[in-house]
């Protein structure tokens, strides 16, 4: 498997995280997140997690310079990666290409999760995420086998701050607003590769390898 590097684009709750867990799972590609590093931070009360939860409990941006030098950092030790919910500004894309520049690596395909504001905002008032293992689930789609109890560990689920439909409603707005223009981005660079989110995990998953055929399988 040779430099699997990509980027799933798409609004929050659009499974980007989902197939991105399929895809370490399966295939071993490495995760990079950065909901999934802020929120470390923010459980771990650092400077970082104090400064970001200002932004995430409004469903606002992280600032650009911040979440590309975290990003920077992982990049540069991983072969193959799968980038999920970065960049998510042109200033974070535009920063992307020089780090990858720099490192002589380039990227194989942004995956773009289309769907519909009103699933998705289904969708991200049902999940429940554990605090503990990290592990997904959605009441309506992908329920816990006990009553709001996570089915690995135990742990007694939690729905994420920003989950409310307030602010889910803000993210989708932001995400027009500063991630949309991407398509366009990576379309005119010849890399946008559209799929239909709103298709069960195993049909979006389907598509996603059959993209990637001859360089994973
Ligand atoms: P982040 O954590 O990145 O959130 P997001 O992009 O809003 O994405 P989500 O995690 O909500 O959705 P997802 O697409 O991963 O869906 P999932 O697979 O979980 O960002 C949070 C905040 O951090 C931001 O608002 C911002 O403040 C900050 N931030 C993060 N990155 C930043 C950046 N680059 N720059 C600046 N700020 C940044 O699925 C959702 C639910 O649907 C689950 O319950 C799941 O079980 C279910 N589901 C998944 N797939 C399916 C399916 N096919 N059918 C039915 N149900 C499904």
């Known amino acids: 498997m040779e430099g699997i590097r990509l980027v799933f684009l798409g609004p929050p709750g659009a499974g980007k995280g989902t197939q991105a867990d399929y895809l370490k799972e399966q295939y071993g590609i490495e995760k990079i997140s950065t909901g999934d590093i802020l929120r470390e931070a923010v459980r ?21 310079d911040i979440i590309l030098s975290l990003v920077k950092e992982r990049i540069s030790k991983l072969e193959n990666f799968v980038l999920d919910g970065f960049p998510r500004t042109i200033i974070q894309a ?18 773009y999760f289309d769907i519909d504001d009103e699933k998705v905002i289904k969708r991200l008032t049902s999940r429940r995420v554990c605090p503990r293992c990290g592990a997904v689930y959605n009441l309506i ?5 006990n009553d709001e109890v996570c089915d690995y560990c135990g742990t007694a689920l939690e729905r994420r701050k920003d989950d ?6 803000n993210r989708l707005q932001v995400y027009e607003r500063d991630t ?38």
């Open 141 to 145: 789609t992908n329920p816990p086998k």
């Open 94 to 111: 535009e920063g992307l290409d020089n780090i990858l520049r720099e490192l002589k690596k380039d990227l194989k395909a942004v995956i």
């Open 180 to 217: 949309l223009p991407l398509v366009d981005f990576y379309e005119k660079k010849g890399l946008l590769k559209k799929i239909d989110a709103d298709r069960p995990p195993e049909e979006v998953l389907r598509s996603i390898l059959g993209l990637l055929r001859n360089d994973i399988c």
């Open 164 to 169: 409310n439909e307030a602010t889910v409603r």
């Open 44 to 64: 771990n009360g650092t400077k970082l997690g104090k400064l970001a939860a200002s932004y995430m409990e409004k469903g606002e941006l992280v600032p650009d």
